[in-house]
């Protein structure tokens, strides 16, 4: 059988407050996942997993515009600057989510959102636009809040299920580890066979992200 494709989409905080230690976190932790994604996708050969990132400081852009396969996709360090329009990212992102360019054929894709402040432009339109697509209501979603000024009541918006919590990363072993578990756990829960809105993979107990433990690790 031909595999199917899966999006796996990292939207990504690049505003000012990123800047220094937790931009280069960010940076290392994402390089690192990479093979585990590898690893993932091998063990679904029915799927085949695309990735691309997209940033969003001052303006929202493709960082890797194209879908590009999980064992040639190379990880290329992005950079802080301005603003936060998550709004601005999330309409870019809902213009993917709709058929076409996403296939028919599709397995569920993935939106994984890591931010460290407040949106500052209107990112519930944004969300709004993603809702109304094909694709967005079906997709994976898992977000990371950095740091103590992350907005988490937008975050659990995005997220959309009162069940889920977006994965809190105070220090950077914990944002090493929430996105080593975003890469993996919402890429085989996306690997899945697309099913309608009672579709057991966003409700079940193994989806709900981890409670990271911090110890005694530098705190942001």
Known sequence: MANRPVHFIWL?????????ERI????????????EMRSVAHD????QLLVRTLTFSTTAEWHHKDPVPIDAFTWQDVQ????????????????ELQTPPMPQRA????????SDGVPTDDWQAG????????????????????GADADRSVLREFLGNPELQPLDA?????????????????VKAASQPVAGSSDPLV??????????DNDDDDVW
């Open 127 to 146: 969300l709004k636009a993603i809702d109304a697509t094909p694709w967005g209501k079906k997709a994976v979603r898992v977000a990371i809040a950095i």
């Open 80 to 95: 802080v600057d301005g603003t936060t329009n998550l709004g601005e990212a999330l309409h870019l992102v809902a213009r």
């Open 12 to 20: 990504l905080d690049c505003s000012y407050s990123m800047q220094g």
């Open 170 to 186: 105070n220090s950077p072993k914990q944002l090493a580890a929430a996105i080593r578990w975003a890469s993996t756990a919402a």
């Open 24 to 35: 280069g976190q960010l940076n290392y932790a994402i390089r690192e996942a990479i093979p």
């Open 44 to 47: 679904n050969p029915a799927a």
């Open 203 to 212: 409700k079940q107990p193994a989806y709900a992200p981890p409670v990271l």
């Open 107 to 114: 397995l569920k894709p993935v939106l994984a959102l890591i």
